[in-house]
Protein backbone atom coordinates (compact mmCIF):
# COMPACT_ATOMS: atom_id res chain seq x y z
CA UNK A 1 0.00 0.00 0.00
CA UNK A 2 1.61 3.18 -0.92
CA UNK A 3 1.01 6.59 -1.67
CA UNK A 4 0.49 6.05 -5.30
CA UNK A 5 -2.32 3.41 -4.50
CA UNK A 6 -4.05 5.56 -2.04
CA UNK A 7 -4.18 8.32 -5.00
CA UNK A 8 -5.55 5.85 -7.53
CA UNK A 9 -8.24 4.48 -5.60
CA UNK A 10 -9.56 7.64 -4.53
CA UNK A 11 -9.56 8.40 -8.30
CA UNK A 12 -12.40 5.73 -8.36
CA UNK A 13 -14.18 7.71 -5.62
CA UNK A 14 -16.42 9.68 -7.79
CA UNK A 15 -15.95 7.62 -11.37
CA UNK A 16 -18.62 9.78 -13.12
CA UNK A 17 -16.77 12.90 -12.15
CA UNK A 18 -13.24 11.62 -12.75
CA UNK A 19 -13.97 9.86 -16.41
CA UNK A 20 -15.38 13.53 -17.32
CA UNK A 21 -11.99 14.72 -15.93
CA UNK A 22 -10.08 11.98 -17.68
CA UNK A 23 -12.19 12.20 -21.06
CA UNK A 24 -11.71 16.37 -21.48
CA UNK A 25 -7.71 15.47 -21.14
CA UNK A 26 -8.07 12.84 -23.43
CA UNK A 27 -10.38 15.75 -25.87
CA UNK A 28 -7.50 18.18 -25.37
CA UNK A 29 -4.91 15.57 -26.25
CA UNK A 30 -6.51 14.09 -29.35
CA UNK A 31 -7.68 17.48 -30.55
CA UNK A 32 -4.08 18.94 -29.89
CA UNK A 33 -2.32 15.49 -31.87
CA UNK A 34 -4.47 15.68 -34.61
CA UNK A 35 -4.07 19.67 -35.15
CA UNK A 36 -0.52 19.62 -35.07
CA UNK A 37 -0.33 16.66 -37.32
CA UNK A 38 -2.57 18.52 -39.83
CA UNK A 39 0.15 21.68 -39.04
CA UNK A 40 2.99 19.27 -40.11
CA UNK A 41 1.40 17.73 -42.82
CA UNK A 42 0.72 20.98 -44.32
CA UNK A 43 4.03 21.97 -43.83
CA UNK A 44 5.17 18.92 -45.70
CA UNK A 45 3.06 19.90 -48.45
CA UNK A 46 4.46 23.72 -48.59
CA UNK A 47 7.60 22.44 -48.62
CA UNK A 48 6.84 20.05 -51.42
CA UNK A 49 4.86 22.67 -53.37
CA UNK A 50 7.66 25.49 -52.93
CA UNK A 51 10.52 22.87 -53.31
CA UNK A 52 8.71 21.45 -56.85
CA UNK A 53 7.68 25.21 -58.11
CA UNK A 54 11.12 26.33 -58.56
CA UNK A 55 14.15 25.58 -56.39
CA UNK A 56 14.51 21.96 -55.68
CA UNK A 57 15.38 21.05 -52.71
CA UNK A 58 19.09 21.72 -53.10
CA UNK A 59 21.00 23.51 -55.46
CA UNK A 60 24.41 22.92 -56.59
CA UNK A 61 25.80 26.80 -57.15
CA UNK A 62 29.10 27.93 -57.16
CA UNK A 63 30.69 29.26 -53.78
CA UNK A 64 29.92 32.86 -53.25
CA UNK A 65 27.17 33.38 -55.91
CA UNK A 66 24.57 33.18 -52.92
CA UNK A 67 22.93 35.72 -52.13
CA UNK A 68 24.42 38.29 -54.87
CA UNK A 69 23.09 36.18 -57.76
CA UNK A 70 26.22 37.75 -59.76
CA UNK A 71 26.01 35.83 -63.63
CA UNK A 72 29.97 35.74 -63.78
CA UNK A 73 29.92 33.45 -60.72
CA UNK A 74 28.90 30.42 -62.55
CA UNK A 75 29.31 26.67 -62.45
CA UNK A 76 31.38 26.03 -65.13
CA UNK A 77 31.23 22.06 -65.25
CA UNK A 78 27.46 21.67 -65.10
CA UNK A 79 27.95 18.02 -66.59
CA UNK A 80 29.97 17.37 -64.36
CA UNK A 81 28.24 18.32 -61.38
CA UNK A 82 24.83 16.53 -62.59
CA UNK A 83 26.42 13.37 -63.39
CA UNK A 84 27.84 13.36 -59.54
CA UNK A 85 24.62 14.24 -58.11
CA UNK A 86 22.39 11.99 -60.57
CA UNK A 87 24.36 9.09 -59.21
CA UNK A 88 23.52 9.76 -55.70
CA UNK A 89 20.32 7.77 -53.70
CA UNK A 90 17.14 9.67 -53.32
CA UNK A 91 17.66 12.06 -56.38
CA UNK A 92 14.60 12.16 -58.23
CA UNK A 93 15.48 14.97 -60.55
CA UNK A 94 18.13 17.28 -61.79
CA UNK A 95 18.20 20.70 -64.06
CA UNK A 96 20.74 23.03 -64.70
CA UNK A 97 19.20 26.50 -65.03
CA UNK A 98 20.76 30.06 -65.70
CA UNK A 99 19.08 32.57 -63.60
CA UNK A 100 19.75 36.19 -65.93
CA UNK A 101 17.68 39.27 -65.28
CA UNK A 102 17.00 42.18 -68.22
CA UNK A 103 14.41 44.19 -69.38
CA UNK A 104 11.65 42.56 -71.72
CA UNK A 105 9.77 44.47 -74.87
CA UNK A 106 6.98 43.89 -76.86
CA UNK A 107 6.29 46.84 -79.14
CA UNK A 108 6.53 50.01 -76.88
CA UNK A 109 5.97 48.27 -73.62
CA UNK A 110 9.34 47.68 -71.46
CA UNK A 111 9.14 45.64 -67.84
CA UNK A 112 11.68 44.28 -65.85
CA UNK A 113 12.15 40.60 -66.10
CA UNK A 114 14.04 37.14 -64.70
CA UNK A 115 15.03 35.43 -67.51
CA UNK A 116 15.37 31.56 -66.49
CA UNK A 117 17.40 29.40 -68.88
CA UNK A 118 15.80 26.09 -68.86
CA UNK A 119 16.57 22.41 -70.38
CA UNK A 120 13.04 21.57 -70.56
CA UNK A 121 12.93 18.31 -70.80
CA UNK A 122 15.11 18.65 -67.40
CA UNK A 123 12.75 21.08 -66.08
CA UNK A 124 9.69 18.95 -66.72
CA UNK A 125 11.10 16.48 -63.86
CA UNK A 126 12.02 18.73 -61.64
CA UNK A 127 9.42 21.61 -61.45
CA UNK A 128 6.03 22.36 -61.81
CA UNK A 129 6.57 24.57 -64.59
CA UNK A 130 5.10 22.45 -67.44
CA UNK A 131 1.69 22.52 -64.91
CA UNK A 132 1.18 25.62 -64.37
CA UNK A 133 0.49 26.75 -68.48
CA UNK A 134 -2.63 28.21 -68.34
CA UNK A 135 -2.47 29.22 -72.08
CA UNK A 136 -0.26 28.09 -75.19
CA UNK A 137 1.98 25.22 -74.56
CA UNK A 138 5.46 23.85 -72.63
CA UNK A 139 8.74 24.48 -74.60
CA UNK A 140 9.81 21.66 -76.54
CA UNK A 141 12.93 20.05 -76.63
CA UNK A 142 14.96 21.13 -79.46
CA UNK A 143 13.12 24.41 -79.36
CA UNK A 144 15.48 27.24 -79.26
CA UNK A 145 13.65 30.66 -79.45
CA UNK A 146 10.33 29.49 -77.16
CA UNK A 147 9.86 30.85 -73.96
CA UNK A 148 7.51 30.67 -71.02
CA UNK A 149 6.18 34.22 -69.80
CA UNK A 150 4.86 34.54 -66.49
CA UNK A 151 0.50 35.61 -66.91
CA UNK A 152 1.07 39.16 -65.55
CA UNK A 153 4.23 39.63 -67.46
CA UNK A 154 2.60 38.84 -70.49
CA UNK A 155 -0.41 41.02 -69.48
CA UNK A 156 2.02 43.88 -68.89
CA UNK A 157 3.32 43.60 -71.82
CA UNK A 158 0.23 43.16 -74.26
CA UNK A 159 1.40 39.60 -75.33
CA UNK A 160 0.15 36.38 -76.29
CA UNK A 161 0.61 33.12 -77.60
CA UNK A 162 2.86 33.42 -80.69
CA UNK A 163 3.74 36.92 -79.99
CA UNK A 164 7.54 37.74 -80.63
CA UNK A 165 9.41 39.37 -77.61
CA UNK A 166 12.93 40.94 -77.30
CA UNK A 167 15.16 40.87 -74.50
CA UNK A 168 18.19 42.98 -73.50
CA UNK A 169 20.53 42.56 -70.57
CA UNK A 170 24.18 42.57 -69.65
CA UNK A 171 26.16 39.10 -69.76
CA UNK A 172 28.30 37.14 -67.18
CA UNK A 173 31.20 39.01 -69.14
CA UNK A 174 29.73 42.37 -69.06
CA UNK A 175 28.44 42.07 -72.84
CA UNK A 176 25.64 43.09 -73.88
CA UNK A 177 23.16 40.56 -73.70
CA UNK A 178 20.17 40.18 -76.58
CA UNK A 179 17.58 38.51 -78.16
CA UNK A 180 14.14 37.42 -79.40
CA UNK A 181 11.72 35.13 -78.17
CA UNK A 182 8.47 33.63 -79.22
CA UNK A 183 6.03 32.88 -76.60
CA UNK A 184 5.08 29.16 -76.80
CA UNK A 185 2.80 29.71 -72.93
CA UNK A 186 1.81 31.89 -70.29
CA UNK A 187 2.09 30.16 -66.66
CA UNK A 188 0.21 31.41 -63.69
CA UNK A 189 1.74 30.05 -60.65
CA UNK A 190 -0.40 31.83 -58.08
CA UNK A 191 2.67 34.13 -56.69
CA UNK A 192 2.00 37.64 -58.14
CA UNK A 193 5.63 38.45 -57.68
CA UNK A 194 6.81 35.20 -60.17
CA UNK A 195 3.90 35.91 -62.30
CA UNK A 196 4.49 39.50 -62.73
CA UNK A 197 8.46 38.73 -63.73
CA UNK A 198 8.77 35.16 -64.79
CA UNK A 199 10.26 34.13 -68.36
CA UNK A 200 11.85 30.76 -68.93
CA UNK A 201 13.81 30.20 -72.18
CA UNK A 202 15.54 27.61 -73.79
CA UNK A 203 19.03 26.89 -71.73
CA UNK A 204 21.48 27.22 -74.53
CA UNK A 205 20.16 30.50 -76.10
CA UNK A 206 19.90 32.16 -72.22
CA UNK A 207 23.82 30.89 -72.18
CA UNK A 208 24.51 32.08 -75.56
CA UNK A 209 22.95 35.38 -75.11
CA UNK A 210 24.44 36.06 -71.77
CA UNK A 211 28.08 34.76 -72.41
CA UNK A 212 27.89 32.22 -69.94
CA UNK A 213 30.38 29.64 -72.02
CA UNK A 214 28.35 26.95 -71.33
CA UNK A 215 27.77 27.43 -67.52
CA UNK A 216 25.08 27.74 -65.67
CA UNK A 217 24.00 29.55 -62.30
CA UNK A 218 22.60 26.88 -60.33
CA UNK A 219 22.05 23.03 -60.84
CA UNK A 220 18.50 21.92 -58.69
CA UNK A 221 17.93 19.22 -57.34
CA UNK A 222 14.83 16.81 -56.59
CA UNK A 223 14.96 14.39 -53.99
CA UNK A 224 12.09 11.81 -53.25
CA UNK A 225 11.67 13.46 -49.59
CA UNK A 226 12.86 15.98 -47.67
CA UNK A 227 13.84 14.54 -44.91
CA UNK A 228 16.84 13.24 -47.11
CA UNK A 229 17.97 16.51 -47.96
CA UNK A 230 20.55 17.68 -44.92
CA UNK A 231 22.47 13.59 -45.74
CA UNK A 232 22.02 14.16 -49.55
CA UNK A 233 23.89 17.67 -49.34
CA UNK A 234 26.99 16.66 -47.67
CA UNK A 235 27.51 13.45 -49.83
CA UNK A 236 27.43 15.84 -53.07
CA UNK A 237 29.96 18.07 -51.12
CA UNK A 238 31.97 14.95 -50.64
CA UNK A 239 31.64 13.53 -54.13
CA UNK A 240 32.37 16.84 -55.61
CA UNK A 241 35.05 17.12 -53.45
CA UNK A 242 36.52 13.81 -54.16
CA UNK A 243 36.32 14.99 -58.12
CA UNK A 244 38.42 18.64 -56.92
CA UNK A 245 35.52 20.57 -57.32
CA UNK A 246 35.88 22.16 -54.81
CA UNK A 247 34.94 26.10 -55.42
CA UNK A 248 30.83 24.56 -55.84
CA UNK A 249 28.44 24.92 -52.70
CA UNK A 250 25.50 23.07 -51.81
CA UNK A 251 22.62 25.19 -50.80
CA UNK A 252 19.23 23.74 -48.95
CA UNK A 253 15.71 25.16 -49.51
CA UNK A 254 15.75 27.29 -46.41
CA UNK A 255 18.85 29.09 -47.38
CA UNK A 256 17.46 29.34 -50.88
CA UNK A 257 13.95 30.46 -49.38
CA UNK A 258 14.33 31.69 -45.71
CA UNK A 259 10.85 32.95 -46.07
CA UNK A 260 9.07 29.64 -46.21
CA UNK A 261 10.98 28.33 -43.12
CA UNK A 262 10.77 31.54 -41.17
CA UNK A 263 6.36 31.65 -41.91
CA UNK A 264 6.40 27.71 -41.40
CA UNK A 265 7.98 28.76 -37.84
CA UNK A 266 6.11 31.61 -36.97
CA UNK A 267 2.31 29.64 -37.88
CA UNK A 268 3.64 26.83 -35.56
CA UNK A 269 5.04 28.76 -32.76
CA UNK A 270 1.53 30.88 -33.27
CA UNK A 271 0.08 27.48 -33.35
CA UNK A 272 1.33 26.56 -30.13
CA UNK A 273 0.52 29.70 -28.34
CA UNK A 274 -3.05 28.70 -29.66
CA UNK A 275 -3.01 25.01 -28.60
CA UNK A 276 -1.67 26.34 -24.90
CA UNK A 277 -4.56 28.58 -24.42
CA UNK A 278 -7.45 26.09 -25.80
CA UNK A 279 -5.67 23.43 -23.09
CA UNK A 280 -5.27 26.43 -20.65
CA UNK A 281 -9.51 26.47 -21.00
CA UNK A 282 -9.48 22.40 -20.08
CA UNK A 283 -6.93 23.10 -17.26
CA UNK A 284 -9.20 25.31 -15.47
CA UNK A 285 -12.17 22.94 -15.85
CA UNK A 286 -9.61 20.43 -14.57
CA UNK A 287 -8.58 22.46 -11.25
CA UNK A 288 -12.00 23.23 -10.30
CA UNK A 289 -12.41 19.22 -10.72
CA UNK A 290 -9.44 18.47 -8.38
CA UNK A 291 -10.26 21.53 -5.79
CA UNK A 292 -13.69 19.91 -5.35
CA UNK A 293 -12.33 16.78 -5.16
CA UNK A 294 -10.19 18.00 -2.82
CA UNK A 295 -12.65 20.08 -0.93
CA UNK A 296 -14.94 17.28 -0.68
CA UNK A 297 -12.44 15.51 1.16
CA UNK A 298 -11.64 18.36 3.76
CA UNK A 299 -12.28 16.22 6.89
CA UNK A 300 -10.66 13.39 5.81
CA UNK A 301 -7.62 15.02 5.23
CA UNK A 302 -7.79 16.57 8.15
CA UNK A 303 -7.91 12.33 9.90
CA UNK A 304 -5.13 11.86 7.93
CA UNK A 305 -2.76 14.79 9.31
CA UNK A 306 -4.17 13.83 12.81
CA UNK A 307 -3.14 10.50 12.58
CA UNK A 308 0.05 11.58 11.97
CA UNK A 309 0.87 11.90 7.95
CA UNK A 310 3.13 14.64 7.01
CA UNK A 311 1.68 17.84 5.36
CA UNK A 312 3.99 17.38 2.09
CA UNK A 313 3.01 13.64 1.64
CA UNK A 314 -0.91 14.87 2.22
CA UNK A 315 0.26 17.14 -0.72
CA UNK A 316 2.14 14.57 -2.86
CA UNK A 317 -1.22 12.05 -2.53
CA UNK A 318 -3.49 15.38 -3.52
CA UNK A 319 -0.72 15.92 -6.40
CA UNK A 320 -0.79 12.31 -7.55
CA UNK A 321 -4.38 12.29 -8.02
CA UNK A 322 -4.31 14.39 -10.44
CA UNK A 323 -0.95 13.40 -12.34
CA UNK A 324 -2.84 9.59 -12.52
CA UNK A 325 -5.96 11.25 -13.40
CA UNK A 326 -3.88 13.61 -16.44
CA UNK A 327 -2.05 10.24 -17.70
CA UNK A 328 -5.30 8.56 -17.71
CA UNK A 329 -6.42 11.34 -20.03
CA UNK A 330 -3.24 11.22 -22.14
CA UNK A 331 -3.53 7.58 -22.80
CA UNK A 332 -7.04 8.36 -24.08
CA UNK A 333 -6.14 11.23 -25.92
CA UNK A 334 -3.73 8.79 -27.90
CA UNK A 335 -5.63 6.54 -28.42
CA UNK A 336 -8.21 8.70 -29.95
CA UNK A 337 -5.85 10.94 -31.33
CA UNK A 338 -3.46 8.46 -32.86
CA UNK A 339 -5.49 6.20 -34.95
CA UNK A 340 -7.97 8.89 -36.09
CA UNK A 341 -4.64 11.00 -37.46
CA UNK A 342 -3.43 7.69 -39.07
CA UNK A 343 -6.47 7.16 -40.78
CA UNK A 344 -6.57 11.02 -42.53
CA UNK A 345 -2.94 10.67 -42.89
CA UNK A 346 -3.36 7.71 -45.46
CA UNK A 347 -6.64 8.40 -46.77
CA UNK A 348 -5.86 12.33 -46.48
CA UNK A 349 -8.12 15.66 -45.15
CA UNK A 350 -10.12 16.93 -48.42
CA UNK A 351 -10.72 20.72 -48.65
CA UNK A 352 -12.80 19.90 -52.06
CA UNK A 353 -14.74 23.02 -51.30
CA UNK A 354 -11.44 25.52 -52.27
CA UNK A 355 -10.23 22.03 -55.08
CA UNK A 356 -10.20 25.06 -58.07
CA UNK A 357 -7.91 27.90 -55.91
CA UNK A 358 -5.59 24.76 -54.69
CA UNK A 359 -5.70 23.59 -58.89
CA UNK A 360 -5.16 26.64 -59.92
CA UNK A 361 -2.05 26.87 -58.35
CA UNK A 362 -0.93 23.60 -59.02
CA UNK A 363 -1.87 22.16 -55.24
CA UNK A 364 -3.40 19.10 -53.80
CA UNK A 365 -6.59 20.12 -52.46
CA UNK A 366 -5.96 17.12 -50.07
CA UNK A 367 -3.73 17.74 -47.43
CA UNK A 368 -2.67 14.49 -45.42
CA UNK A 369 -1.95 14.91 -41.48
CA UNK A 370 2.15 13.79 -40.86
CA UNK A 371 2.01 12.02 -36.85
CA UNK A 372 5.59 11.90 -35.79
CA UNK A 373 7.27 12.02 -32.42
CA UNK A 374 7.64 15.48 -32.80
CA UNK A 375 4.24 15.82 -32.85
CA UNK A 376 3.16 13.59 -29.93
CA UNK A 377 5.67 15.17 -27.75
CA UNK A 378 4.30 18.39 -28.31
CA UNK A 379 0.56 17.22 -28.00
CA UNK A 380 1.57 15.35 -24.69
CA UNK A 381 4.22 18.02 -23.40
CA UNK A 382 1.61 21.07 -23.54
CA UNK A 383 -1.38 18.92 -22.20
CA UNK A 384 0.72 17.41 -19.37
CA UNK A 385 2.27 20.45 -18.32
CA UNK A 386 -0.65 22.97 -18.12
CA UNK A 387 -3.23 19.98 -16.69
CA UNK A 388 -0.73 19.49 -13.87
CA UNK A 389 -0.26 23.30 -13.54
CA UNK A 390 -3.44 23.61 -12.65
CA UNK A 391 -3.20 20.63 -10.47
CA UNK A 392 -0.62 22.52 -7.99
CA UNK A 393 -2.76 24.89 -6.68
CA UNK A 394 -5.18 22.13 -5.06
CA UNK A 395 -1.43 20.19 -3.82
CA UNK A 396 -0.15 23.68 -2.22
CA UNK A 397 -3.70 24.31 -0.27
CA UNK A 398 -3.75 20.27 1.28
CA UNK A 399 -0.02 21.55 2.18
CA UNK A 400 -1.85 24.46 4.39
CA UNK A 401 -4.66 22.56 5.84
CA UNK A 402 -4.87 23.04 9.51
CA UNK A 403 -6.03 19.67 10.97
CA UNK A 404 -8.13 20.85 13.70
CA UNK A 405 -9.95 23.07 10.98
CA UNK A 406 -10.16 20.04 8.54
CA UNK A 407 -11.90 17.76 11.25
CA UNK A 408 -13.89 20.25 12.19
CA UNK A 409 -15.87 20.22 8.16
CA UNK A 410 -18.29 17.87 7.60
CA UNK B 1 4.22 8.02 36.45
CA UNK B 2 2.11 11.16 35.20
CA UNK B 3 2.35 10.47 31.23
CA UNK B 4 0.00 14.12 31.03
CA UNK B 5 0.32 17.12 33.10
CA UNK B 6 -1.73 20.35 32.53
CA UNK B 7 -1.72 23.54 33.79
CA UNK B 8 -3.93 26.66 33.73
CA UNK B 9 -4.78 25.51 29.94
CA UNK B 10 -6.71 28.36 28.42
CA UNK B 11 -8.33 28.32 24.78
CA UNK B 12 -9.90 31.35 23.13
CA UNK B 13 -10.93 31.31 19.43
CA UNK B 14 -12.96 33.16 17.25
CA UNK B 15 -16.42 32.18 16.40
CA UNK B 16 -17.11 34.89 13.45
CA UNK B 17 -17.23 37.81 15.47
CA UNK B 18 -17.39 36.91 19.45
CA UNK B 19 -14.31 34.93 20.93
CA UNK B 20 -15.35 31.95 22.42
CA UNK B 21 -13.21 30.99 25.70
CA UNK B 22 -13.68 27.39 25.27
CA UNK B 23 -10.71 26.34 27.94
CA UNK B 24 -10.58 29.12 31.05
CA UNK B 25 -7.69 27.62 32.78
CA UNK B 26 -7.49 23.37 32.88
CA UNK B 27 -5.41 21.67 35.37
CA UNK B 28 -5.03 18.06 35.10
CA UNK B 29 -3.19 15.25 35.59
CA UNK B 30 -2.85 11.52 34.05
CA UNK B 31 -1.26 8.64 34.65
CA UNK B 32 0.30 5.96 32.75
CA UNK B 33 -2.69 3.11 31.85
CA UNK B 34 -5.44 5.33 33.43
CA UNK B 35 -8.72 4.96 31.58
CA UNK B 36 -10.05 8.55 31.99
CA UNK B 37 -13.40 9.57 30.81
CA UNK B 38 -14.08 13.90 30.30
CA UNK B 39 -17.41 14.04 30.48
CA UNK B 40 -19.72 17.39 30.23
CA UNK B 41 -22.54 19.01 28.15
CA UNK B 42 -21.64 20.18 24.60
CA UNK B 43 -20.01 23.67 24.56
CA UNK B 44 -17.96 22.31 27.57
CA UNK B 45 -14.20 22.24 26.18
CA UNK B 46 -13.92 18.34 26.09
CA UNK B 47 -12.97 18.27 22.16
CA UNK B 48 -11.10 21.57 22.35
CA UNK B 49 -9.01 19.75 25.65
CA UNK B 50 -8.21 16.71 23.44
CA UNK B 51 -7.18 18.35 20.35
CA UNK B 52 -4.96 20.81 22.51
CA UNK B 53 -3.66 17.86 24.10
CA UNK B 54 -2.81 16.05 21.01
CA UNK B 55 -1.37 19.35 19.08
CA UNK B 56 -3.88 19.50 16.86
CA UNK B 57 -4.83 22.68 18.29
CA UNK B 58 -2.58 25.58 20.02
CA UNK B 59 -2.83 26.90 23.15
CA UNK B 60 -3.80 30.35 24.15
CA UNK B 61 -1.87 30.46 27.78
CA UNK B 62 -1.04 27.47 29.77
CA UNK B 63 0.74 24.27 30.11
CA UNK B 64 0.77 20.85 27.92
CA UNK B 65 3.42 18.28 29.21
CA UNK B 66 3.21 15.01 27.54
CA UNK B 67 5.73 12.26 27.79
CA UNK B 68 7.61 14.56 29.31
CA UNK B 69 7.79 16.92 26.42
CA UNK B 70 6.19 20.58 26.04
CA UNK B 71 3.76 20.33 23.90
CA UNK B 72 3.21 23.57 23.47
CA UNK B 73 6.68 24.86 22.35
CA UNK B 74 6.52 22.26 19.59
CA UNK B 75 6.94 22.91 15.73
CA UNK B 76 4.43 21.20 13.46
CA UNK B 77 6.90 18.90 12.38
CA UNK B 78 7.55 17.76 16.25
CA UNK B 79 3.75 17.82 16.82
CA UNK B 80 3.20 15.38 13.64
CA UNK B 81 6.03 12.88 14.72
CA UNK B 82 4.21 12.79 18.08
CA UNK B 83 0.74 11.95 16.67
CA UNK B 84 2.57 9.92 14.82
CA UNK B 85 4.31 7.43 17.20
CA UNK B 86 2.91 8.52 20.93
CA UNK B 87 -0.95 9.37 20.03
CA UNK B 88 -3.68 6.97 18.55
CA UNK B 89 -7.10 8.47 17.29
CA UNK B 90 -10.59 7.21 17.95
CA UNK B 91 -13.02 9.61 16.42
CA UNK B 92 -16.78 9.89 16.58
CA UNK B 93 -17.87 9.11 13.21
CA UNK B 94 -15.26 6.40 12.76
CA UNK B 95 -13.07 8.32 10.48
CA UNK B 96 -11.66 5.21 8.20
CA UNK B 97 -10.49 6.18 5.02
CA UNK B 98 -13.15 5.05 2.83
CA UNK B 99 -11.00 3.44 -0.40
CA UNK B 100 -8.97 1.70 1.57
CA UNK B 101 -9.73 -2.31 3.08
CA UNK B 102 -9.90 -3.09 6.87
CA UNK B 103 -6.65 -3.97 7.11
CA UNK B 104 -4.90 -1.69 4.92
CA UNK B 105 -6.56 1.29 7.05
CA UNK B 106 -5.13 -0.54 10.14
CA UNK B 107 -1.64 -0.21 8.55
CA UNK B 108 -1.58 3.03 7.24
CA UNK B 109 -0.07 4.23 10.74
CA UNK B 110 2.33 1.46 10.32
CA UNK B 111 2.85 3.15 6.57
CA UNK B 112 3.44 6.75 7.85
CA UNK B 113 6.39 5.12 10.45
CA UNK B 114 8.04 3.07 7.81
CA UNK B 115 7.05 -0.61 9.39
CA UNK B 116 7.80 -3.08 6.39
CA UNK B 117 5.20 -4.59 4.88
CA UNK B 118 5.33 -7.93 6.27
CA UNK B 119 5.49 -6.91 9.60
CA UNK B 120 2.81 -4.53 8.79
CA UNK B 121 0.58 -7.23 7.55
CA UNK B 122 1.19 -9.33 10.79
CA UNK B 123 0.90 -7.15 13.09
CA UNK B 124 -2.83 -5.88 11.50
CA UNK B 125 -4.37 -8.83 10.98
CA UNK B 126 -3.24 -9.42 14.49
CA UNK B 127 -4.91 -6.72 16.17
CA UNK B 128 -8.11 -7.10 13.71
CA UNK B 129 -8.27 -10.44 14.92
CA UNK B 130 -7.92 -8.89 18.63
CA UNK B 131 -10.77 -6.23 18.09
CA UNK B 132 -12.67 -9.71 16.87
CA UNK B 133 -12.67 -9.13 13.10
CA UNK B 134 -10.66 -11.72 12.52
CA UNK B 135 -11.77 -11.87 8.95
CA UNK B 136 -12.79 -9.01 7.72
CA UNK B 137 -9.60 -7.26 6.55
CA UNK B 138 -10.54 -7.23 3.18
CA UNK B 139 -13.56 -5.43 3.82
CA UNK B 140 -13.71 -1.53 2.79
CA UNK B 141 -15.15 0.69 5.39
CA UNK B 142 -18.13 1.60 3.44
CA UNK B 143 -19.89 -2.30 3.76
CA UNK B 144 -19.39 -2.85 7.36
CA UNK B 145 -21.66 -1.54 10.22
CA UNK B 146 -21.06 1.49 12.52
CA UNK B 147 -19.65 -0.95 14.97
CA UNK B 148 -17.45 -2.97 13.26
CA UNK B 149 -15.86 0.07 11.57
CA UNK B 150 -15.70 1.64 15.21
CA UNK B 151 -13.26 -1.32 16.17
CA UNK B 152 -11.03 -0.58 13.06
CA UNK B 153 -10.67 2.71 14.29
CA UNK B 154 -10.12 1.04 17.32
CA UNK B 155 -7.56 -1.40 15.72
CA UNK B 156 -5.61 1.74 13.75
CA UNK B 157 -5.50 3.67 16.73
CA UNK B 158 -3.47 0.92 19.11
CA UNK B 159 -1.58 -1.19 16.31
CA UNK B 160 1.43 0.70 17.26
CA UNK B 161 1.21 0.53 20.73
CA UNK B 162 0.87 4.74 21.15
CA UNK B 163 1.50 5.77 24.86
CA UNK B 164 -1.80 7.56 24.86
CA UNK B 165 -5.49 7.12 22.88
CA UNK B 166 -7.69 9.91 22.81
CA UNK B 167 -11.07 9.18 21.88
CA UNK B 168 -13.46 11.65 21.12
CA UNK B 169 -17.16 10.40 21.92
CA UNK B 170 -16.50 6.92 20.53
CA UNK B 171 -19.63 5.14 21.28
CA UNK B 172 -22.14 8.60 20.30
CA UNK B 173 -22.83 6.35 17.04
CA UNK B 174 -23.42 3.16 18.25
CA UNK B 175 -26.05 1.16 19.89
CA UNK B 176 -25.38 0.81 23.06
CA UNK B 177 -24.60 -3.38 22.94
CA UNK B 178 -22.25 -2.80 20.32
CA UNK B 179 -20.68 0.36 22.29
CA UNK B 180 -20.86 -2.06 25.27
CA UNK B 181 -18.47 -4.67 23.14
CA UNK B 182 -16.22 -1.61 21.66
CA UNK B 183 -15.86 -0.59 25.43
CA UNK B 184 -15.32 -4.11 26.46
CA UNK B 185 -12.17 -4.32 23.58
CA UNK B 186 -10.42 -0.62 24.33
CA UNK B 187 -10.68 -1.98 28.24
CA UNK B 188 -9.02 -5.57 27.57
CA UNK B 189 -6.58 -3.47 25.73
CA UNK B 190 -5.68 -1.03 28.78
CA UNK B 191 -5.77 -4.10 30.92
CA UNK B 192 -3.23 -5.74 28.83
CA UNK B 193 -1.20 -3.50 26.87
CA UNK B 194 -1.41 -0.64 29.61
CA UNK B 195 -2.56 1.77 26.97
CA UNK B 196 -3.67 4.93 28.32
CA UNK B 197 -7.55 5.82 27.03
CA UNK B 198 -8.64 9.76 27.62
CA UNK B 199 -12.60 9.74 25.89
CA UNK B 200 -14.47 12.62 25.82
CA UNK B 201 -18.24 11.60 26.51
CA UNK B 202 -21.84 12.12 26.72
CA UNK B 203 -22.12 8.90 27.09
CA UNK B 204 -23.31 7.52 30.65
CA UNK B 205 -22.12 3.54 29.99
CA UNK B 206 -18.34 5.37 29.61
CA UNK B 207 -18.33 6.92 32.54
CA UNK B 208 -19.64 3.82 33.76
CA UNK B 209 -16.61 1.86 32.06
CA UNK B 210 -13.86 4.35 33.63
CA UNK B 211 -12.19 4.61 36.61
CA UNK B 212 -11.72 7.70 36.83
CA UNK B 213 -14.21 10.50 35.50
CA UNK B 214 -13.07 14.13 35.48
CA UNK B 215 -16.65 16.77 34.25
CA UNK B 216 -15.84 19.71 32.51
CA UNK B 217 -18.08 22.72 32.91
CA UNK B 218 -17.17 25.93 30.91
CA UNK B 219 -14.18 25.32 30.33
CA UNK B 220 -13.07 23.97 33.70
CA UNK B 221 -12.86 21.01 34.97
CA UNK B 222 -16.23 20.36 37.72
CA UNK B 223 -14.99 17.82 39.28
CA UNK B 224 -11.99 14.75 39.22
CA UNK B 225 -13.51 11.51 40.57
CA UNK B 226 -11.54 8.00 40.51
CA UNK B 227 -13.41 5.17 41.93
Redesign the interface.
Known sequence: ??LVR?AW??I??NKRRSILSALAVSFACAVLIFSMALQRGSYADMIYNTVHAHTGHLQVQRAGYWPDRTLARRVTSPDAIMAVVRALPHVRAVAPRVNAAGLVSKGKRTFGGLIFGIDPVREKALSTMADVIREGKYIEEGDREGVLVGSLLAENLGAGVGDEIVFLGQGADGSLAAGRLVVRGLIKTGVSEMDRTTLAAPLATIQDAYSMNGGVSEVAVLLDRDKYRHEVAGEIERKLRERGLTNAAVLEWPTLLPGVEQSIRIDWNSGLIMYAALVLVVGFGIANTFLMAFMERM??LG?????????A?LSLMVYLESVLLVLLGVVGGLAMGIPITRYFQVRGLDFGVAQETFAEYGLSPVIHPELSLLVLAWAIGIVVLISLAAAIYPAVKAARVK??EA?RHT | MKLLEVGQLKKDYREGKTWVHALRGVDLQIGEGEFVAIAGPSGSGKTTLLNVISGLDSVTEGQVRFDGDDVTTMTPRQLTHMRLTKIGFVFQVYNLIPVLTAQENVEFTMLLQGVPAAKRKALSLDILSRVGLAGYGHRRPPTMSGGQQQRVAVARAIVTHPRLVLADEPTANLDSETGAKLLDVMKELNETEKITFIFSTHDPMVMDYSRRLIRVRDGRVDSDKTR
Do not use: D
Open positions: MTIRNGRHEVLLALGMRPSPVL
